[in-house]
């Protein structure tokens, strides 16, 4: 991340404090309270106004801080280490400004960008009762009247974050035309005051398993009439487009919820472990318990690289993001969610309990960590786009490994700048460097492919040996077996690619693109001594990481490793530091 972000990043921790203290911002107990009665966390939001952290939703050009995207999953990590509920109602303004930054006219992207500037949430809208994830059979109708410049818009929209409290929401609406033409359009709509408008009603808000505050709710608008000009956005690209170019984007950066969230569920359990004595001894000393909070660890920080190179794939990658970007989304919630069911059997009979004290943070964590994975794409939607994609990568990934690419030193160099601890990433990419497909591309890898042909060639090339010889001997064996049973189903047999062996293929394939990833890492940080503070990517990492993503490559458990990385794992609470290959300063 660059310099200026990573100072950023610390102030804010500084700035947000120990959440277990009462008098810190975002505060577990007041957390919990709000949780408990369901209350919206406005305080909480306002707090965040006062940082100014709304600023950073709001590109540069219009005034704001928005600049490099891996400060954005950055700040949700740390808001959601402290409190879900806030910082999704937080990322989903974000989430409905992404298609106005896109592709907002002048004049409406100055009017969004001052209303989030004064602290105005907003929405993405495209969720209907009726169809769910089937958003191309949107309902809500949008009508040009005849003086051609007014709109009347019919229709509800449920389901939908923010729904009553947005200051606008940006929908996705189905426009009747004149000549019986239908067309998808997106619209940014400025919610009126409550009651204030009656052709505009906000639906009560959904109560939920976790995030229990949040306004999950929706709106219906009857005969409402606004001017074309000021909610239309500009028709450059079909609707449909813009709506999946956005979700590229939104979907990598959830990874800044499960990572957060799950920063707090390993840091409450190794603290309640290292301290908790049985039998004469700590749970930390209990084998089976330390195992499990050292996986957990490198299960965290195998996410966070995974989370970390699809983040700054935004802005060197565009391209590729149909291809990183369901990876990111189906891959890191349940990785996530499977670390918390592991640390809730640590912590024990606590996990269940909704006391009123720091611990009790985890079952809120544990609830609320389970909304990522339902949200812009469910897991199976995210897989769906993946296999779609598969059949156009395969020719060009069997090329790489069996003649290698001419491209080699660019290839490695790309992999290098989105897997270097060290690496920064700046811009935001305009609507024209985002593709719906990235045309059998898929860069990180090709790089793994072009090393593994010939990993002495790479600069700094180190022996492998033993163990870690053998587990990327097995990924490279797993990796050919994934290309010719893509191959098989999607060239030979052309099987649909919403069978069951698709998805099968694509959750294959996801969990390759993070192994791959965390090796070509590990090559790297081989390379030269980091002096990153932060946690290493040594040879430990590399195998836990590696038998945990994929445990077909049958990686020997080692109870040495797992010790090895409990004590990394406790020295990162030890010195207030996020569970992260960054160098992240913890203030709790
Ligand atoms: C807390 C919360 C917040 C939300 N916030 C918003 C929001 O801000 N804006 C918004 O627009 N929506 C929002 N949603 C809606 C969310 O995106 C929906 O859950 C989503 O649209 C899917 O709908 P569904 O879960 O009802 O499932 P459906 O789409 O009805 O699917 C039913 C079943 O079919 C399967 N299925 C569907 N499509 C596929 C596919 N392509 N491949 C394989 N299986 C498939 C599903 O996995 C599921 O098993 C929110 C939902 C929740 C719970």
Request: some cysteine; charged content about 20%; overall charge negative.
């Amino acid at each position: 991340m660059h310099a200026e972000s990573l100072k950023l990043a610390a102030q804010w921790e500084q700035e947000l404090g120990d959440p277990r203290q009462s008098d810190a911002l975002l505060c577990f107990a007041d957390t919990l309270r709000e949780d408990e009665a369901e209350v919206f966390p406005q305080t909480s939001l306002e707090q965040l106004r006062r940082l100014g952290l709304f600023d950073q939703l709001v590109p540069s050009r219009l005034g704001g801080q928005l600049q490099e995207p891996e400060r954005i999953l950055t700040l949700s990590r740390i808001l959601s280490r402290r409190d879900l509920s806030t910082v999704i109602a937080f990322g989903q303004t974000l989430l409905g400004s992404l298609p106005i930054w896109l592709a907002g006219s002048p004049a409406q992207q100055a009017a969004h960008a001052r209303s989030l500037r004064a602290g105005g949430l907003a929405c993405l809208a495209l969720t209907e009762r009726a169809h769910g994830s089937d958003i191309l059979s949107t309902e809500f109708r949008v009508e040009a009247e005849a003086d051609g410049q007014h709109l009347r818009i019919q229709g509800e929209k449920w389901l939908i974050n923010n729904g009553s409290r947005g200051a606008s929401a940006t929908v996705l609406a189905c426009q009747h035309h004149a000549d019986g033409r239908k067309e998808l359009v997106l619209l940014r709509l400025s919610r009126p005051e409550p009651d204030a408008d009656p052709s505009w009603h906000s639906l009560p808000k959904n109560a939920t398993h976790g995030i229990r505050g949040a306004d999950i709710s929706g709106f219906a608008l009857q005969d409402h009439r606004c001017l074309a000009a000021d909610v239309s956005l500009p028709r450059q690209e079909p609707a449909l487009n813009l709506v999946l170019k956005t979700l590229q984007i939104s979907r990598i950066l959830c990874a800044g919820f499960s990572l957060g969230a799950t920063d707090t569920l390993l840091r409450l359990t190794l603290e309640f472990a290292s301290q908790r004595q049985l039998y004469g001894k700590t749970v930390t000393q209990i084998p089976a318990a330390r195992a499990k909070l050292a996986h957990s660890y490198a299960r965290l920080l195998c996410n966070d690289l995974l989370a970390q190179a699809c983040t700054r794939a935004i802005a060197r990658l565009p391209a590729e993001l149909s291809v990183l970007s369901p990876i990111c989304k189906y891959q890191l919630p349940v990785s996530c969610e499977a670390v918390a069911r592991e640390l809730a059997q640590v912590l024990g009979a606590r996990h269940y309990l909704r006391s009123q004290d720091a611990l009790g943070m985890f079952q809120k964590m544990a609830r609320d960590l389970q909304v990522v994975s339902l949200f812009d794409g469910s897991t199976q939607v995210n897989l769906g786009l993946l296999a779609a994609q598969l059949r156009q990568l395969q020719p060009t990934l069997l090329q790489c490994w069996q003649e290698g690419s001419s491209a080699r030193e660019a290839l490695l160099e790309d992999a290098r700048a989105l897997l270097r601890s060290e690496a920064a990433a700046c811009d935001w990419p305009d609507s024209k460097d985002l593709r719906l497909s990235s045309q059998g591309q898929d860069r990180l890898m090709q790089a793994y492919l072009v090393w593994r042909r010939e990993p002495g060639a790479c600069e700094g090339a180190v022996s492998e040996e033993g163990a870690v010889a053998s587990a990327l001997h097995a990924l490279d064996q797993r990796l050919q077996q994934c290309l010719s049973e893509i191959e098989q189903h999607f060239w030979v047999q052309r099987l649909p690619v919403d069978s069951c062996a698709a998805q099968q293929l694509a959750v294959d394939y996801a969990r390759l693109w993070s192994a791959c990833a965390l090796a070509l890492a590990w090559s790297f940080a081989q390379e030269s001594s980091s002096t990153v503070a932060a946690p290493q990517l040594d040879s430990d990492l590399l195998l836990e990481g590696l038998r945990q993503t994929l445990p077909d490559l049958r990686i020997p458990a080692c109870e040495a490793r797992d010790q090895r990385l409990l004590e990394a794992a406790l020295s990162c609470v030890k010195q207030r530091r996020l569970f992260s290959l960054s160098p992240l300063p913890a203030a709790w």
